[in-house]
């Protein structure tokens, strides 16, 4: 061979090194552009606030064990004119059920607990709670029989697995029916079975551990009054669509609600949960897993998560509303290492949509569609 021709040879593979390295940069710098660029995801997140007179909303976006992106956008409290920020703190409502969740997981991963043992057996005072429960509901709150009414404690059927899923109702197994109720009911269970209660494990396993710092177990804890001070205020809209000033939910933590947190603590939690520090590989991947119901149908619920799909992709989420109050949502992207946590001082960012979002449907929420849309 020439040297003419070995030479011609050389430079076409120098092109070819030069080509392909251009290439792959222009395409990192593509991706890194998506995951940085938040112009545009800002300005809807302002629009539809605007548009539903929401007060406050703070969000945190997540990729690969970083935070990439956190604001805070309208009023905390409106009437001394405080401004949301990425560090105020909020009733995160139903989102504590994934905390509770992991929790209530590694004491089954330590042996203490059993996902499918019959609760009565686990349960040291299983019968005896839900008696008395079912008696204050039934005497003292007709209007919320339905609360209880089918749940059917007494048979000694139901097991830790249909109470974390929301299938333990009628027959247990049977049917999908989410109940924040009796999935509170839980910390009763973790107070009886574990050496620690469960405002403590939430204390000390979860928000000490992870550095928390503007999180408490529930809101009527007094050893980091800043926190307190500076919670968003609930809102509500009244009928001329004008923000009211509302109440303060039922301050005690359950394992279903109660916990106070801001968007960049959970980030925390979120970046733990990926890194395993908060649950074993095993225990995360049956928390996030859709429950086979006894029928062989999947219920679009894990083991305190929503079970979703956008774009084949599955998301993992809960969302989180206390009525005329607060409301959030928490969004995770397994697949891409994508995290979303968006929570308000308003119930209308998530109520309008929960019964989509209950079924599974997470694109039914604009704001979580218009950011899937834009960075899945």
């Known amino acids: 061979m020439s040297n003419h021709l070995i030479n011609t040879i050389g430079k076409q593979k120098m092109i070819l090194k030069k080509y392909f390295l251009t290439l792959f940069l222009l395409l990192l710098i593509g991706c890194n552009k998506q995951l940085t660029d938040f112009n545009s995801f800002e300005e809807k997140l302002i629009s539809f606030t605007n548009v539903n007179n929401i007060p406050s909303i703070s969000v945190a976006v997540i990729s690969e064990g970083e935070i990439i992106?956190?604001?805070g956008i309208g009023y905390a409290d409106i009437e001394n004119k405080i401004t949301a920020t990425d560090s105020t703190p909020y009733r995160i409502a139903s989102i504590t059920k994934p905390i509770a969740s992991s929790i209530i997981l590694n004491l089954v991963e330590s042996g203490i607990l059993s996902l499918d043992e019959q609760l009565v057996n686990s349960w040291p005072n299983y019968i005896s709670h839900f008696k008395e429960l079912?008696?204050?509901?039934?005497?003292?709150?007709?209007?919320?029989?339905?609360?209880?009414?089918?749940?059917?404690?007494?048979?000694?059927?139901?097991?830790?697995?249909?109470?974390?899923?929301?299938?333990?109702?009628?027959?247990?197994?049977?049917?999908?029916?989410?109940?924040?109720?009796?999935y509170s009911q839980l910390s009763n269970l973790v107070d009886n079975t574990s050496e620690k209660n469960f405002h403590t494990l939430v204390n000390e396993s979860i928000i000490e551990k992870l550095k928390m710092n503007r999180s408490l177990p529930q809101q009527n804890d007094a050893w980091k009054p800043d926190v307190i001070k500076s919670l968003a205020k609930p809102y509500y809209k009244n009928d001329s669509n004008n923000l009211i000033l509302g109440n303060y939910p039922n301050p005690d933590l359950g394992a279903g609600a109660g916990i106070v947190s801001t968007v960049l603590d959970l980030a925390?939690?979120?970046?733990?949960?990926?890194?395993?520090?908060?649950?074993?590989?095993?225990?995360?991947?049956l928390a996030f897993t859709p429950t086979k119901l006894n029928n062989g149908n999947l219920a679009p619920y894990g083991l305190g998560w929503f079970i979703g799909e956008y774009k084949g992709n599955t998301i993992?989420?809960?969302t989180g509303v206390q009525p005329s109050a607060y409301s959030g949502i928490y969004v995770k992207i397994p697949v891409k290492?994508?995290?979303?946590?968006?929570?308000?001082?308003?119930?209308?960012?998530?109520?309008p949509y929960m019964v989509e979002l209950g079924n599974g449907n997470i694109g039914a929420q604009?704001?979580?569609?218009?950011?899937?849309?834009e960075y899945l």
């Open 69 to 71: 992106y956190s604001n």
């Open 134 to 182: 079912e008696s204050i509901i039934f005497d003292k709150y007709p209007s919320f029989r339905n609360l209880i009414e089918n749940y059917n404690f007494q048979d000694a059927n139901i097991t830790l697995r249909h109470q974390l899923s929301h299938t333990s109702e009628r027959t247990p197994g049977e049917s999908f029916r989410y109940s924040g109720f009796l």
């Open 268 to 285: 925390k939690f979120d970046i733990a949960l990926d890194n395993n520090e908060i649950l074993p590989p095993s225990m995360k991947k």
């Open 316 to 318: 993992v989420y809960h």
């Open 337 to 351: 290492e994508l995290s979303l946590i968006i929570l308000t001082n308003s119930e209308d960012f998530v109520n």
């Open 366 to 373: 604009p704001v979580v569609k218009m950011f899937l849309d």
